[in-house]
């Protein structure tokens, strides 16, 4: 059983899920604003959004209903959209290390997964920013939209309605945590390119190899493999 709901603008969609999972009893129950007025990234990152312009979309589901770590979770959860949003635009669509969703070297989505324990039960609540219909960002931003990135208008309602969708049936059918994995590094973004990091407030060179299942991501540099967890590297392209 599934449920979609929809507010006309709240501050957080992950925060506003709670009150829609204490009167229901739905595998998935899924929230969604086109005016997300607070919203929130990974590890205290704001996530800034244009009113009717992108949307904010948040699925709670039972962390009892899978037996994945919080990892591999994470990691199907960014290859359900981006293979959603790859599908949709007919594109060559990436995921950056951790849990952003390239396209064309623009940041057009972004995730954060929480878990909380509401009404008894423990949930992983999955929330994502897409940037759909907006035309302008910050000249020195890293984002860009479906539209900027294509040159498609996707009707929003549609949009979050065929997500909703594809999220459900995708949860629905996990795959083993192997495949998981090979899947996250077939889509890694930069994998097996010469790229430029910020470690220690310094610049360096490295090639992105793989993302292992502690969810580290490990980078070839000069003196040779090392690992990282999120926020000990920026890769800056």
Aim: aromatic share 14%; glycine share 6%; charged share 25%.
């Amino acid at each position: 059983m599934t449920q979609l709901f929809y507010l006309k603008e709240c501050p957080s969609t992950n925060d506003e899920i709670s009150q829609f999972l204490l009167y229901g009893n739905s595998d998935f129950t899924g929230l969604h604003t086109f005016n997300q007025t607070k919203g929130r990234g990974q590890y205290g990152n704001t996530w800034a959004s244009t009113a009717e312009k992108n949307l904010a979309y948040t699925l709670a589901v039972k962390t009892e209903n899978f037996i994945l770590s919080d990892f591999t979770f994470n990691y199907y959860t960014a290859i359900v959209i981006r293979d959603f949003l790859a599908n949709l635009t007919e594109n060559i669509v990436k995921i950056k290390w951790p849990n952003d969703i390239i396209l064309k070297n623009k940041k057009i989505v972004g995730i954060l997964i929480e878990k909380k324990k509401i009404n008894q039960h423990t949930y992983f609540i999955i929330g994502a920013g897409f940037n759909i219909l907006q035309e302008k960002f910050d000249a020195i931003s890293n984002a860009g939209s479906l539209l900027t990135q294509t040159g498609k208008r996707f009707n929003l309602n549609d949009f979050t309605s065929r997500l909703h969708d594809y999220m459900v049936e995708r949860l629905n059918n996990i795959p083993s945590e192997q495949e998981i994995i090979d899947q996250f590094n077939q889509n890694l973004f930069r994998k097996d390119e010469i790229s430029v990091f910020e470690i220690d407030k310094k610049r360096q060179n490295g090639i992105i190899r793989y993302a292992d299942e502690k969810g580290e991501l490990w980078i070839e540099l000069e003196e040779g493999m090392k690992s990282f967890y999120h926020k000990e590297v920026k890769l800056l392209y």
